[in-house]
């Protein structure tokens, strides 16, 4: 029981990182964001050598359209490849990162507000051009990029005029004070440290965008 309370915690296996089991502790943490990315719900019941259980609920469609399998105005389905737009939304955040996992999630949580269009960028010459094209409201960059360091991005989107005013944020698992220290001198405007805390990077959309808005139900 008492490990049922951090069993949706990204990168929590439990004690199985110690058994020789494969894995990275995230999945049940993507799977609860994808539920609540459409507006529903998983619990879980388990009991000891009897087994367990994962019960999923979501909102019943009351409207269906000819060759498609979402209700009229419900957001488009959890891919962070492929989240598009929905007309309403107004501010563009953009994340560059070239870890897929990572990538899925800043997805579920940005798309969670329809306020919000997340785009992404799988290393730092995308990144920065997705930055020039688009100029969005909020830049995440992380640190450990395939081509260039986080700082070397962040130097580049200073340089250019279309970019030298973004709001930029460094994402790294490196939580030593000298590494942020140092993305901090190099300009960033905030460092947040992975694994992300859910409810404090809610938190902090909700600090630089203001409250999400409040989706009217179809009836």
Same mark, same amino acid.
């Given at each position: ?26 999945? #049940?943490? *993507?799977?609860?964001?994808? +539920? ?7 619990? $879980?019941?388990? =009991? /000891? %050598? ?43 955040? #953009?994340? *560059?990162?070239?870890?897929? +996992? ?7 949580? $940005?798309?969670? =507000? /329809? %306020? ?104």
């Amino acid at each position: 029981p008492a490990q049922l309370d951090h069993l949706f915690e990204p990168f929590n296996r439990l004690g199985a990182e110690r058994e020789g089991i494969d894995g990275t502790g995230i999945g #049940l943490a *993507i799977v609860r964001a994808a +539920v609540q990315y459409m507006q529903g719900t998983v619990q $879980v019941t388990s =009991r /000891p %050598d009897e087994g367990t259980c994962f019960e999923v609920r979501l909102p019943r469609a009351t409207e269906t359209v000819p060759g498609q399998v979402v209700r009229p105005g419900a957001k488009p389905p959890l891919s962070a490849g492929s989240l598009e737009a929905p007309t309403g939304r107004s501010h563009d955040v #953009l994340y *560059i990162e070239d870890n897929s +996992v990572n990538m899925l999630i800043v997805a579920a949580l $940005v798309g969670r =507000r /329809p %306020d919000l269009v997340f785009h992404e960028a799988g290393d730092g010459a995308r990144g920065i051009a997705a930055a020039q094209r688009l100029r969005p409201a909020l830049v995440l960059v992380d640190m450990q990029l395939p081509d260039m360091d986080g700082i070397e991005v962040l130097r580049q989107l200073r340089a250019h005029p279309a970019t030298a005013d973004l709001r930029c944020v460094a994402l790294s698992a490196n939580a030593m004070p000298l590494d942020i220290h140092r993305a901090l001198d190099a300009g960033f405007d905030a460092y947040w440290t992975k694994p992300l805390d859910f409810d404090a990077f809610a938190s902090e959309l909700a600090a630089q965008f203001g409250p999400a808005p409040i989706l009217p139900s179809v009836t």
